[in-house]
C-alpha cells in the first residue's frame, strides 16, 4: 500500500505516467487508470478495471476469479 501511494503521489506531483508490472489485482486496481492483461508475450485485454471486471472473455474472467 505504501508503494502504491508514493507511485500516486508522484503521478499527481510530477504529472508522470507509471508503468507498473504487477500480479497484485488490489494494487493494480488502486493506482491504474488503464489496465493491460498479457498470455505468452500477448495482450489479450487492455482497459479500464470496470471494463475488466465486465469483459466476457474467458482468460479475463479466469484471472479475476
Given amino acids: 500500500r505504501t ?3 508514493l507511485i500516486l ?3 499527481h506531483d510530477l504529472g ?3 508503468v507498473v508490472v504487477t500480479h ?3 494494487s493494480a486496481f488502486r493506482i491504474a487508470d488503464r489496465l493491460a492483461l498479457l498470455s505468452e508475450g ?3 485485454f487492455e482497459g479500464s478495471e470496470r471494463e475488466m471486471r465486465e469483459a466476457d ?3 479475463v474472467r479466469e ?3
Fill in 9 to 11: 503521489k508522484l503521478q
Fill in 42 to 44: 500477448d495482450i489479450v
Fill in 57 to 59: 472473455d474467458p482468460y
Fill in 3 to 5: 508503494i502504491d501511494e
Fill in 24 to 26: 497484485d489485482l488490489e
Fill in 63 to 65: 484471472f479475476l476469479a
Fill in 16 to 18: 508522470v505516467t507509471s
